[in-house]
């Protein structure tokens, strides 16, 4: 909304220059010369900065969904080993009496551990 607010204020600005500025001069760049207008000229300079800075926003805008990608991949991995853990904490445990009596807990092997075998 802020962008709006000083976006349109330039664009009527620069419209009405553009409107009062119609006498040709003659304009030059190294050997290059033409006649054009002071308008045309100002509302030629203002679209290629427009899409100057529209190609810069891309490119950070790239960068950023990029890193938010990695970090939803990063989440979703997170997610799966949380889950993984509370599904090996919730499993029944059961407790096997030993020769002396006490009672031992058998050892949980993590799940990505466990040889193909068993």
């Known amino acids: 909304m802020i962008r709006l607010i000083l ?6 600005v620069l419209v009405a220059f553009t409107a009062s500025n119609q006498d040709p001069l003659d304009m030059w760049l190294l050997t290059y010369s033409w006649k054009t207008s002071a308008g045309v000229l100002a509302l030629t300079v203002a679209c290629i900065a427009f899409i100057l800075g529209a190609f810069c926003l891309w490119v950070v805008e790239l960068r950023q969904r990029r890193r938010a990608r ?5 989440v979703r991995e997170l997610e799966a080993q949380l ?4 599904a090996v904490l919730a499993a029944p445990t059961r407790i096997e009496p030993t020769l002396d009596g006490t009672p031992h807990l058998p050892h949980l092997e993590p799940e990505n551990e466990r040889s193909p075998n068993v």
């Open 83 to 86: 889950a993984q853990a509370q």
């Open 70 to 74: 990695k970090a939803e991949q990063h």
């Open 7 to 12: 976006v349109v204020p330039f664009l009527l």
